[in-house]
């Protein structure tokens, strides 16, 4: 299946510094969607993105569906410590199937 | 509120052995509901998906494969394990007819030794 283009592969980054990750596609999606995956555990949903230029927050992450649908970015403000772990892009066409990027892992230096 | 069950949490399991993994899904009716595998803490890599009962979709050719008995019950099986079936098996839902968003059982840790 397809797998989405994610970027960078992993980051380490001080405290309080703040992290942008993206997403790319070969094809047109109508749904991006960003996780965080903590070691152990399943992904969490952090946003969901519907419209294309949408911009979305949550607390300290701001995502956004990318203008022509084939991206989107997460940005996360003012690191801390529990940001730390996987972060995961996906994107569906259809509502059906799930297509995931290959995950950001994160370290967030004290 | 909707919440998904993943049992059992962690199994190890000698080459040969069969498998069963089951999910279950409260709090919502018809959803859609997927199986995923996932190797050394990357890459969810769909394994079937399902869009009502007794409807499976697989993606990738192996000794595995699912049912769903009834609407919010998912289970994956094997006949005979193979040392490559080990990973993190994901059970996940979005809601019926298209849902957007996708969400994600606890996992369950396989080793097949």
């Known amino acids: 299946g397809q797998q989405l283009n994610q970027s960078p592969q992993s980051m380490f980054i001080q405290e309080g510094e703040d992290v942008s990750m993206n997403c790319t596609s070969s094809?047109?999606?109508?749904?991006w969607l960003w996780y965080k995956q903590d070691p152990g555990e399943g992904p969490v949903l952090l946003i969901a993105l519907y419209k294309a230029g949408e911009l979305t927050s949550n607390g300290r992450l701001t995502a956004q569906f990318g203008i022509t649908r084939k991206d989107s970015f997460l940005n996360i403000s003012a690191s801390i410590p529990s940001d730390v772990g996987i972060y995961f892009c996906a994107g569906t066409p259809t509502g059906n199937q799930f297509y995931f990027g290959t995950g950001t892992s994160l370290t967030v230096i004290p | 509120s909707q919440t998904i069950h993943q049992w059992p949490a962690t199994l190890v399991q000698p080459v040969g052995s069969p498998l069963s993994l089951e999910c279950t899904v409260e709090?919502?009716?018809?959803?859609?509901l997927y199986w995923y595998r996932q190797a050394a803490g990357r890459g969810l890599q769909l394994l079937f998906y399902?869009?009502?009962?007794?409807?499976i979709s697989s993606e990738v050719p192996q000794n595995l494969s699912a049912s769903r008995p009834q609407d919010r019950q998912f289970i994956l099986s094997s006949k005979k394990l193979l040392l490559s079936d080990s990973g993190f098996y994901l059970c996940?839902?979005?809601?019926?007819?298209?849902?957007?968003?996708?969400?994600f059982g606890p996992g369950t840790r396989l080793t097949v030794t």
């Open positions: 996940a839902w979005t809601g019926g007819g298209g849902g957007y968003e996708q969400y």
């Open positions: 094809s047109i999606f109508n749904t």
């Open positions: 709090g919502t009716s018809n959803p859609n």
């Open positions: 399902s869009v009502g009962i007794g409807q």
